[in-house]
């Protein structure tokens, strides 16, 4: 499996990029349901988050969120909206099914099908580490982070 090395601001974590991936699609479908007007959100998603979504960035995910995070506004933002993530989570229950998660699937022919559905807690997780990085609470660089479910 691959994996990405997650950064903000110097400080980050190691992560399959699949829970990124994924952790990257629920965050843009539950934008998407708020009908939201944050335009730079909007950008962010168009033209950044939405080609990790689908696994266009496979071993060298960048989140840019040095890039798109550049003030305390939209750093509070993002974090509310990784919070309104994990919530609708929540009501999903304890587990992906693997149905939903071939939902995911952008590329039929170079991905393996999901056979067995996913711990809900596994992106849910993953998403509390990218709270903690963005919050900065994040050990620092001496401290091993590794993020891999």
Known sequence: MATSYIAYKEKGFWS???FVELSVDY???TFQAKSSETQWIKDYIDQWLFHIAKGNFLGFIDLGFDKYLIDENRVTSFIDLIRETKSYLLTKGDWLSHQELNLFIVH???QSRWSAD???????KT???LELLLLGE???QDEVAIWKA
């Open 16 to 18: 399959n990029d699949t």
């Open 27 to 29: 965050i843009i479908k």
């Open 108 to 110: 039929d022919k170079l």
């Open 118 to 124: 996913l711990p809900t807690d596994t992106i849910s």
């Open 127 to 129: 998403l509390d580490k």
């Open 138 to 140: 994040w050990p620092s």
